[in-house]
């Protein structure tokens, strides 16, 4: 079974910085995309970045310039440098893998998993 733990949100001031990590754990054999969506109240849930297996980078136009997603595949890890934090960015974070490949027994799965949620709060 495959597990994503996210970590490192956190109350921080208007223009304060903080990074998420998400770890993938499980008989892992491959990730494809790894990313970060946030859902804020009242509202739809986004993506924020994502990171291909081949290092290709995606990013919300809210959060150019402000966020860096970067990934540890030895480690299975994808991480999200959030810095000139804005009141709108507060949301609950989630991490999502995507076609990940995973060993249990003799067989071989294929599926997406998303991460617990972490609350990022940005106010003074």
């Known amino acids: 079974q495959v597990q994503l733990v996210e970590s490192g949100g956190g109350l921080v001031q208007p223009g304060g910085s903080l990074k998420l990590s998400c770890a993938a754990s499980g008989n892992i054999i491959s990730i494809n995309d790894m990313g970060w969506y946030r859902q804020a109240p009242g509202k739809q849930r986004e993506l924020v970045a994502a990171?291909?297996?081949?290092?290709?980078?995606n990013y919300a136009n809210s959060v150019k310039g402000r966020f860096t997603i970067s990934r540890d595949n030895a480690r299975n890890t994808v991480y999200l440098q959030m810095n000139s934090l804005k009141p709108e960015d507060t949301a609950v974070y989630y991490c999502?893998?995507?076609?990940?490949?995973?060993?249990?027994?003799?067989?071989?799965?294929?599926?997406?998993?998303w991460g617990q949620g972490t609350q990022v709060t940005v106010s003074s």
């Open positions: 990171i291909s297996g081949g290092g290709t980078l």
């Open positions: 999502k893998a995507e076609r990940v490949r995973d060993s249990r027994g003799s067989t071989t799965f294929i599926g997406d998993y």
